[in-house]
C-alpha cells in the first residue's frame, strides 16, 4: 500500500477546518491523529483524512458507513 502523508494547509484546505478545530477534534477523538516527521513536524496520512471525510458525508445524508 502506498501512503501519502498531507500537512497541516493541504489538511485545513480539503476539510474546510482551521487549525484549532482540527485540533480539538483530534483531542476528543473525532479527527485522525497526526504523526511525527521530525522533531518539529507532523502530517496527517491522506487516506484516513479521505476516510474521515467520507464518513461525514454518509452521517450528513443519514447514510450507515461500511467502515463502521
Not at 482540527?22 to 479521505?50: C, K
Not at 464518513?55 to 450528513?60: A, G
Request: charged share 25%.
Amino acid at each position: 500500500m502506498e501512503y501519502k502523508i498531507i500537512r497541516l494547509n493541504e489538511v485545513k484546505v480539503i476539510t474546510g477546518l482551521s487549525r484549532s478545530t482540527i485540533y480539538l477534534r483530534m483531542a476528543e477523538g473525532n479527527f485522525p491523529q497526526q504523526i511525527s516527521l521530525g522533531s518539529r513536524a507532523v502530517g496527517w496520512v491522506n487516506s484516513e483524512v479521505i476516510d474521515w471525510i467520507e464518513q461525514r458525508i454518509n452521517e450528513s445524508r443519514g447514510e450507515v458507513s461500511p467502515r463502521g
